[in-house]
């Protein structure tokens, strides 16, 4: 595609609920990242893949936190049993090198997520 | 472990008036830094980098930075802002060995006419 994609734009949940959240990195990146965004706090580091294998996971905040990338494309975000701190927008970036630190990150518009 | 300040949560500036946003950033070895803007529901995108070389660097929407090792910082300056570059600027740290990116907390730049 002609950019990073993610879906949904928008998620309301309620409180103890799961979520996934979908990242289409442009084609051909292997480099996957997921960020997460919350109100004055800047962007977090949340996970880097790299294919499909996910050598960089130390930002995931709890266990509640997943994710997975699957044939060097698509990743999914999951949370389970969401909590209202988890309210959030979840960035994703890809960029087309060996996740070397000076490829540029092309970023997605996000999934604003909302917990009730 | 690396940190990134940026001291200005907001700025505003007139339009036309020059531009300059601040980022301080603490890590012991050489840094890779970049300023991202993020307009109103839209993703991040790339305005400019530094990894070696020339210290002043130019970027995208007529932007520049430089880069001063004495000083920590890699302050970002435009000569004459318009009033679309009404946004949120983020600057960011990487290094070798190190994917991730670790973002400053942002400078929302607010161009009254």
């Known amino acids: 595609g002609a950019g990073v994609s993610q879906s949904p734009s928008n998620k309301v949940t309620e409180k103890g609920k799961d979520v996934e959240l979908r990242c289409d990195p442009i084609?051909?990146?292997?480099?996957l990242y997921w960020y997460r965004q919350s109100l004055g706090q800047g962007l977090e580091f949340l996970i880097y893949?790299?294919?499909?294998?996910?050598?960089?996971k130390s930002g995931l905040p709890s266990d509640r936190f997943s994710a997975e990338r699957t044939g060097g494309s698509v990743s999914t975000l999951t949370i389970q049993r969401t909590q209202q701190e988890d309210s959030a927008v979840y960035l994703c970036?890809?960029?087309?090198?060996?996740?070397?630190?000076?490829?540029?990150?092309?970023f997605g518009p996000g999934t604003r997520l909302t917990v009730l | 472990a690396q940190s990134v300040t940026q001291p200005d949560i907001h700025i505003t500036v007139s339009e036309g008036a020059s531009l300059e946003l601040r980022c301080n950033y603490s890590?012991?070895?050489?840094?890779?830094l970049f300023w991202y803007v993020q307009s109103p529901g839209q993703g991040l995108q790339l305005l400019l980098k530094?990894?070696?070389?020339?210290?002043l660097v130019q970027g995208i929407k007529g932007f520049e930075a430089e880069f001063k090792r004495s000083q920590s910082s890699f302050n970002l300056r435009k000569p004459s802002v318009h009033w679309s570059d009404a946004a949120e600027y983020f600057c960011?740290?990487?290094?070798?060995?190190?994917?991730?990116?670790?973002f400053g907390t942002g400078t929302r730049l607010l161009v009254s006419p």
């Open positions: 970036a890809s960029s087309g090198g060996a996740g070397r630190s000076t490829d540029t990150q092309y």
């Open positions: 084609s051909g990146h292997t480099a």
């Open positions: 893949f790299q294919g499909n294998s996910a050598p960089d």
């Open positions: 890590y012991g070895a050489t840094p890779y």
């Open positions: 530094y990894f070696s070389g020339d210290t």
């Open positions: 960011a740290v990487g290094s070798t060995g190190f994917q991730k990116l670790v």
